[in-house]
């Protein structure tokens, strides 16, 4: 069983940053992909980044140039670096890991972005 716990949701103005963090503890070997996606109200849950063990990324267009994801493999973390927020930015974001092709889920953490 793997842990993920998420921090660093907020309420931020438009245009402004924040820095996701979630950390992975428990059954972690074998884990290669981290990432987040994130659910609006009344959407469906999106890919937003992920990375893999090699440092490969994945972006969804609409966050590009804005959004940077990155790992601490040591410290079992993926960070999500989120500037130049934008109220369609607004989501319950989670994070989420894969081992042996299975996912894994964080509870989320809420990020508001007022105009």
């Known amino acids: 069983q793997v842990q993920l716990v998420e921090s660093g949701g907020g309420l931020v103005q438009a245009g402004g940053s924040l820095r996701l963090s979630c950390a992975a503890s428990g059954s972690i070997s074998g884990i290669n992909v981290m990432g987040w996606y994130r659910q609006a109200p009344g959407k469906q849950r999106e890919l937003v980044a992920r990375?893999?063990?090699?440092?490969?990324?994945v972006y969804r267009d609409s966050v590009k140039g804005r959004f940077t994801i990155s790992r601490d493999n040591a410290r079992n973390t993926v960070y999500l670096q989120m500037n130049s927020l934008k109220p369609e930015d607004t989501a319950v974001y989670y994070c989420?890991?894969?081992?042996?092709?299975?996912?894994?889920w964080g509870k989320g953490t809420l990020v508001t972005v007022s105009s």
């Open positions: 989420y890991v894969q081992k042996y092709g299975i996912d894994n």
């Open positions: 990375i893999d063990t090699g440092g490969g990324t």
